[in-house]
């Protein structure tokens, strides 16, 4: 980064130091500034921003020249502004692996210095899944900046997303376990004998026995425990610490002062003192505490292992059919859309599409948590990941790599095991405050021993700080709430429910209200043309207008007809159409206007409907159908009717819910009659008809007014509005991408039973975090006084440091055991 003076010309979204200015300089990227009325309203916007000492926006360049000397806090301060006058910053969301994290701690002090880079406007670091979220900006901070900053500090990023980085990930992962249980299994060695000749008073008596014990912990610290030691140097050098430089302090302090009493006991012999060792303190403390990494790594791992699932749906080759029928096998990332693939008896579907060739059923349990294999002939969908059954068939890519449906939810699995849930901000607070606290605790033991107790203070204060240092544990803090979302995140996707953010996941067990949509939600979504009923003479002429509006419309209930009339009907390119939107539409043909839509667009227009017409009409609606109205500018000219079956699961996920007391409301566009019968059947009580989309939003608004909890399920884009406005926007998964998109959580399937699931899974995950909260807590808020000495006044007790370290150890293994009883609950 070199310095230049004002003149000098820079790139998009840069960072720079300016040569005649006192003040450094970034320029940040603007999108939706496309005047100077835009360009001033931004300009005022940055006057408010305190910590920006000069500014100007330039709408050429689209973008705004910030000058503070704190740009760290300037410029998230600045995009902030920005987002918040209705502009938007262009930036870069990733997700990175952190290598060499050892704690709560280390995820926190990773997370404070890549929010600290300029250009960065959020970090979050998961110690569970050791995973950085970064929000930059690029151009003023990238990948290669952050990984550097990290490194700084003794951890490192891994940033390459390649393929063949995933692989390697996952071998440095290996590599990095087994390396942990060599250094495990030859501390253990060694520390068994550390603690015979300890715990044996004959030998303790030895004259050679502290030499031994010497040579025998020299190697656990410095060889096996080496990783304590240089992480608390790397954390020292950057004014903060971490459990390193707890089990650095502890055991180092312990080992110096047993080398002090080796090589000078007559020190303490003078005094009329024994001269103590406490080598089998540090060797055994370290023994214990890589033990339980050890353990903590292999159930962490456990917590992860729907996203291994996931990713090993995904078959490494596949077949591809060439023009002329010629076949080659080729890697899966040299699929291409358009490719046609032949998928053979039991093997797995590589990308997304289209069958255009041959039939079979696919095994589609592993997305939609459904066991029965779906039928797959010409014109179906395909997905990634499922399993073909007995028959083969061909079938046109449309979908590779991440565009898949497999690639998305593998993305928003890791990204919702990535994230954090409320209550995770008090604990990172606690975590990061948490080793200075126990450092000035333990060092408070000491002091207070040596005023206290003349006799034996300095060696009961001694084994205080080393005990207080080894048994406080931030990492069963850290690891409490991200365990917990992790499998029960993963649980989910196994059951076919997509759970975007750790937050949804924590709310979904207060809803109390869930409002449902009605097609394609409590109805199959697959509307078909039941009856037509013609009150005038039907000709060619009306039944082809009818084909034709039906045909410019996008909304499902018009392709239902459109197909039904299909065969008999021609198109008319003449006619003019306009949307109304949530009644139905207009077109004009011959300078004659022609209305289909619903009863309200009827009486709207003042269409006539004879005795016939109503009682026919009247007949269907009770019946449960959608009734739609073909007239012209004055009479009622046909009558259609539509069925859309209720979905079997709708009626039993209703009754599930009820007995849950949760309130279920129903809104459709559709007329109150059909309504009523759709209710009835499914014994939803409370319900609203002739709903328009923008009545959702505020008919959920309304309910949270009244201080429900509100979970709002639909499909379609016309949805998309209540969902963002619910507290759980939960989409159905067959339905729009707009709505999967806004919604908090996604049901593959579409099933409605699966809403009962979410939330029992809710519960169950909220469940887990409190119980691990409050164990970590506990056992912090009690080792640590008895770890100081507190009950030596009461019964004479002091907690010997090696059992503290075996304390320490099992706090964490617990917590993330705890975790793991979700899989199985």
């Not at 990984?147 to 500090?153: D, G, H, M, N, R």
């Not at 000709?539 to 239902?560: C, F, G, M, V, W």
Request: hydrophobic fraction near 45%; aromatic fraction near 6%; charged fraction near 20%.
């Amino acid at each position: 980064m070199e310095n230049i003076n004002e003149t000098t010309p820079i790139s998009e979204g840069s960072l720079i130091p300016i040569k005649n200015n006192e003040h450094p300089v970034a320029y940040i990227p603007l999108e939706g500034v496309e005047s100077e009325h835009c360009a001033l309203i931004v300009d005022k916007g940055l006057d408010e921003v305190p910590t920006i000492m000069k500014h100007q926006v330039e709408l050429n360049n689209k973008r705004a020249m910030i000058a503070s000397d704190n740009l760290t806090s300037a410029i998230p301060e600045a995009v902030d502004k920005i987002r918040g006058l209705g502009y938007a910053v262009p930036t870069v969301k990733k997700t990175f692996p952190v290598l060499n994290l050892s704690c709560a701690s280390c995820a926190n002090s990773t997370e404070t210095m890549l929010t600290a880079q300029p250009g960065v406007l959020s970090a979050t670091v998961n110690y569970a899944n050791a995973t950085a979220k970064v929000e930059y900006i690029p151009g003023i901070a990238d990948a290669q900046q952050l990984k550097t900053a990290i490194q700084s500090i003794g951890y490192d990023l891994m940033v390459d997303e390649s393929a063949e980085a995933s692989e390697s990930l996952e071998a440095v992962h290996k590599q990095h376990f087994l390396s942990l249980k060599r250094r495990t299994v030859g501390a253990i060695l060694l520390a068994i004998p550390l603690v015979i000749m300890g715990m044996t008073p004959a030998l303790m008596d030895w004259s050679y026995t502290n030499y031994l014990m010497w040579a025998l912990a020299t190697p656990i610290v410095f060889v096996f425990g080496r990783q304590f030691y240089i992480g608390a140097y790397k954390q020292a050098k950057h004014r903060s610490a971490n459990m390193d430089t707890l089990v650095a302090l502890s055991t180092g302090v312990a080992y110096l002062f047993s080398v002090y009493n080796t090589l000078f006991p007559d020190f303490w012999h003078n005094r009329g003192l024994h001269a103590h060792v406490y080598f089998e303190s540090a060797g055994v403390v370290i023994a214990f505490i890589l033990l339980g990494k050890l353990l903590e790594e292999r159930a962490k791992g456990s917590t992860s292992s729907a996203i291994k699932k996931l990713m090993g749906l995904q078959p490494k080759t596949v077949t591809i059919v060439h023009h002329g029928g010629h076949q080659m096998e080729i890697p899966i990332s040299k699929v291409n859309v358009g490719d046609t693939i032949l998928v053979k008896p039991g093997e797995k579907i590589a990308v997304d599409g289209t069958v255009v060739s041959g039939n079979s059923y696919v095994d589609e349990s592993m997305i939609s948590g459904e066991p029965v294999p779906v039928a797959k002939t010409k014109d179906a969908t395909v997905f990634a990941g499922t399993i073909n059954q007995k028959g083969s068939f061909q079938f046109k890519a449309e979908k590779v790599g991440g565009e898949t449906l497999l690639g998305q939810i593998i993305k928003m699995v890791q990204d919702a095991q990535g994230s954090k849930a409320p209550v995770q901000k008090l604990v990172d607070k606690i975590s990061g405050i948490f080793v200075p606290i126990v450092i000035g605790i333990a060092l408070l033991s000491f002091v207070l021993w040596m005023f206290l107790d003349t006799q034996e203070g300095f060696t009961h204060g001694l084994l205080a700080l080393v005990t207080v240092l080894v048994i406080a544990c931030p990492c069963a803090l850290g690891l409490a709430t991200p365990t917990a979302i992790m499998v029960g995140v993963g649980k989910g996707a196994e059951q076919g429910i997509l759970i975007k953010d750790a937050e949804s996941l924590e709310l979904a067990k207060k809803l109390n209200a869930i409002v449902l949509d009605k097609t394609g939600t409590i109805t199959e979504g697959k509307p078909e043309v039941v009856a037509l009923k013609w009150f005038v003479n039907e000709t060619d002429q009306l039944r082809n207008i009818l084909y034709s509006i039906e045909k410019s419309s996008e909304h499902p209930l018009a392709d239902a007809v459109v197909k039904s009339l299909k065969e008999k009907s021609s198109f008319i390119d003449t006619l003019d159409i306009e949307n109304i939107s949530g009644q139905g539409i207009h077109g004009q043909y011959q300078g004659k206007g022609y209305i289909i839509g619903n009863a309200v667009l009827a009486r709207k227009k003042g269409i006539s409907i004879g005795a016939e017409a109503k009682q026919w009409i009247d007949e269907k609606l009770d019946r449960a159908h959608t009734v739609i109205h073909f007239a012209d500018e004055g009479t009622l000219l046909a009558a259609i009717a539509i069925a859309d079956r209720i979905k079997p699961s709708s009626i039993e996920a209703v009754r599930q819910l009820q007995s849950n007391g949760i309130e279920v409301y129903m809104l459709t566009g559709d007329n109150e009659q059909t309504a009523r019968a759709v209710a009835k059947q499914t014994g939803i009580k409370q319900y609203k008809a002739n709903v328009l989309p923008a009545e959702k939003a505020a008919f959920v608004k309304d309910l949270q007014a009244q201080n429900k909890i509100v979970g709002m399920v639909g499909d379609g884009i016309n949805d998309s509005n209540a969902l963002a406005q619910a507290n759980v926007g939960i989409a159905m998964g067959k339905g729009s991408d707009i709505a999967m998109d806004v919604a908090k959580m996604t049901i593959i399937s579409s099933e409605l039973t699966k809403i009962p699931q979410a939330i029992q899974l809710s519960r169950k995950t909220v469940t887990a975090i409190r119980q691990n909260l409050f164990w970590a807590f506990i056992y912090n808020i009690i080792g640590i006084p008895i770890a100081a000495g507190l009950l030596y006044s009461i019964n004479g007790f002091l907690l010997d440091p090696m059992w503290a370290g075996a304390a320490m150890a099992l706090s964490s293994v617990s917590v993330v055991s705890n975790s793991l009883r979700l899989k199985w609950s």
